[in-house]
């Protein structure tokens, strides 16, 4: 069975983007089922795939495994360079990936990724310029200076920090010139803009984003 990755609408779904670029990136064949976020219907299609009621969710022949995080996980036991290949630098890609995983909460709530917004800054609030800034100082931290990305080639960790990129360009958010320059790199991803240009063409409404 080819496995199918049920996300969010384009425009809006963070946690649906980053396996998306995950799977696309390491060439794993799947299918895609969007489903659309905010409507009537959105809670009731999201149980029936998993009691979690959240995208995305990988439907595969075993099992259906939701979140981000797990899907990534899935997919690089197949395609291992989806992590850095050295195990010290693998571990801080991790360690990266699971502060977005779990944190910047303000961010995340202040800052909604909408691809279809109009880009301007935003009043926010004092935590969430410091979730700003910690993401500057933990790129700065862990950054190889090897190629664009934060551990030289692509990795999961590029992924997670994606949606971010989205939205420090939507809020036009001052940044330090090299986290501005990898924002820019995100963004310019080839993969990331197939996925940027069908959200443009979403016409679904999202009355609770
Ligand atoms: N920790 C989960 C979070 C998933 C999540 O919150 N997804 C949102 C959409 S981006 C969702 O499905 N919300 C349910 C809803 O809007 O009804 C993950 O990493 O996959």
């Known amino acids: 069975m080819t496995p199918i990755l049920h996300i969010g609408n384009k425009r809006l779904s963070t946690w649906s983007l980053r396996p998306w670029l995950a799977l696309k ?12 976020l905010d409507q009537e219907d ?11 009621a959240t995208v995305p969710v990988l439907e595969t022949a075993g099992r259906n495994i939701w979140d981000s995080l797990a899907i990534c996980e899935w997919a690089a036991e197949q395609v291992p360079s989806l992590w850095p290949e050295d195990p010290a630098l693998r571990a801080t890609a991790r360690s990266i990936t699971a502060s977005m995983h ?6 995340r709530n202040e800052l909604g990724m909408d691809l279809k917004r109009e880009k301007a800054a935003k009043d ?4 969430c310029w410091r979730d700003i ?12 200076g090897e190629g664009d990305f934060l551990f030289g080639d692509w990795s999961i960790a ?12 939507t809020y036009q958010v001052p940044l330090s010139t090299d986290a501005a320059a990898y924002v820019e790199t995100l963004l310019s991803d080839p993969v990331y803009k197939d996925w940027h240009t069908a959200a443009l063409e979403e016409t679904w409404d999202a ?3």
């Open 42 to 52: 959105t809670r009731d299609t999201l149980l029936a795939l998993s009691p979690a």
């Open 133 to 144: 800034e910690t993401i500057q100082a933990l790129w700065a931290h862990v950054k190889t």
């Open 158 to 169: 590029d992924a997670f920090f994606t949606p971010v990129a989205t939205r420090f360009d």
């Open 25 to 36: 990136k390491a060439n794993i064949a799947f299918q895609e089922n969007i489903i659309p």
């Open 207 to 209: 009355p609770f984003h």
């Open 124 to 127: 926010m609030s004092v935590a």
């Open 102 to 107: 779990s944190g910047f909460s303000a961010l």
